[in-house]
């Protein structure tokens, strides 16, 4: 019930493409997914978040799509560097709490 | 940017120590936590703490861990008697209080091998 899904487990994209990055959860008292950026010696860095009101949610080339009836989100990564090659988390909140259920994590790598 | 520090960097210790990981949270958060990672694995959840009382924890924060805000500006993760299923980055991460929904920052971790 706490468990939140994320695939793939890792992903090569070339510059420029879009890689996408799912999860999917089951509790739906979850009120909060944020996206975590790990680069390998460093802590995760919250990237981008979203509440379950809403559908889309963008900040610069970062993009979630939040389907709330299917209980997914999507991470979607546009123009895609190099420096985006890192380790990719979803996670998830429940109402109420503080602690973050985390995704098994994407490791992402953007080739030139 | 201000930012969550953690020490020590690396911490190698025998089965059954003691240790002591340390964090700086960010100076203005008041929410605390701890987190580990499992080489290869999830981060998952550890504790959090605020107002000098624990607020949530996991199953995996049983009877060996404890945490401690001993002063102003530190906070504390103790294991008793370390096992080596320990071993794992361990990262700090504080918030500030005005909502659940307030961000986590990370600290750069702990790396902890139990021998």
């Not at chain 2, 201000?2 to 340390?22: D, K």
């Not at chain 2, 071993?87 to 986590?104: H, L, R």
Request: proline share 6%; hydrophobic share 35%.
């Amino acid at each position: 019930q706490q468990q939140v899904k994320q695939s793939p487990q890792s992903l090569i994209v070339q510059k420029g493409g879009i890689p996408i990055i799912n999860c999917a959860y089951e509790n739906t008292a979850f009120d909060y997914f944020p996206w975590y950026q790990q680069f390998p010696g460093k802590g995760p860095a919250l990237l981008i978040a979203i509440r379950p009101d809403v559908s889309e949610k963008k900040e610069g080339r970062f993009t979630i799509s939040f389907n709330k009836s299917a209980k997914q989100f999507s991470l979607h990564i546009m123009d895609s560097q190099p420096g985006d090659s890192a380790t990719y988390f979803c996670a998830a909140k429940d109402t109420g709490r503080r602690a973050l259920t985390f995704g098994s994590g994407t490791r992402l790598q953007v080739q030139p | 940017e201000p930012e969550v520090t953690q020490t020590p960097s690396h911490q190698v210790t025998q089965m059954g120590q003691e240790v002591i990981l340390r964090c700086v949270p960010i100076s203005n958060h008041l929410y605390f936590y701890w987190y580990r990672q499992i080489l290869g694995q999830k981060v998952e959840f550890l504790v959090s703490f605020y107002n000098n009382e624990i607020s949530e924890k996991s199953e995996i924060f049983d009877d060996q861990f404890s945490v401690e805000r001993p002063d102003g500006s530190n906070f504390t993760l103790k294991i008793r008697s370390t096992k080596l299923e320990d071993s794992a980055m361990y990262f700090c991460a504080s918030s500030e209080v005005v909502s659940s929904i307030g961000t986590q920052y990370f600290g750069p971790g702990t790396r902890l091998l139990v021998l």
